[in-house]
């Protein structure tokens, strides 16, 4: 009878320590890696992009030609670069002008040439490629 009360005392004191024991261990975990979500058009990767340099665009007017699947597709990934370079013109690290005063149409003859050059390369990475040479060539 008398271990009792002594074992009602230590009960609070061993719940406290079983809780602090648990909030370390989980302090400890660490958190899963952040993945970011990239929305690209249908035609990403360099094999498929590759296959929009067979239409035939006019510079001057933004005019694109031929299949018209390929026209939509062309006009949508120059939009995708539109939006992918403007995001990091509003970038707070950024001058405001990521591109240089180029074109879409000498975007995309950059992109041809990065993915003759990285067949497996997607259309993410070839943008990303082509701000740091603007970034380098500019300068």
């Known amino acids: 009878m008398k271990l009792l009360p002594k074992?009602?005392?230590?009960?609070?004191?061993?719940?406290l320590?079983?809780?602090?024991?648990?909030?370390?261990?989980?302090?400890?975990?660490p958190l899963p890696p952040r993945q970011s979500m990239v929305l690209v058009p249908d035609r990403y990767k360099c094999l498929d992009l590759l296959e929009l340099e067979?239409?035939?665009?006019?510079?001057?007017?933004h005019i694109v030609s031929g299949d018209v699947q390929l026209a939509a597709d062309y006009n949508t990934v120059v939009g995708w670069l539109q939006g992918f370079f403007t995001a990091w013109n509003i970038n707070p690290t950024s001058d405001g002008d990521v591109t240089k005063q180029t074109n879409p149409y000498q975007?995309?003859?950059?992109?041809?040439?990065?993915?003759?050059?990285?067949p497996s390369g997607e259309l993410l990475n070839a943008a990303s490629e082509l701000m740091?040479?603007?970034?380098?060539?500019?300068?």
């Open 7 to 15: 074992l009602l005392k230590l009960l609070p004191i061993a719940i």
């Open 54 to 61: 067979r239409l035939k665009v006019n510079p001057q007017q």
């Open 132 to 139: 740091n040479a603007m970034r380098t060539t500019r300068n």
């Open 107 to 118: 975007w995309m003859a950059w992109i041809f040439s990065y993915c003759r050059a990285h």
């Open 17 to 29: 320590l079983i809780g602090i024991n648990g909030n370390a261990c989980f302090a400890e975990t």
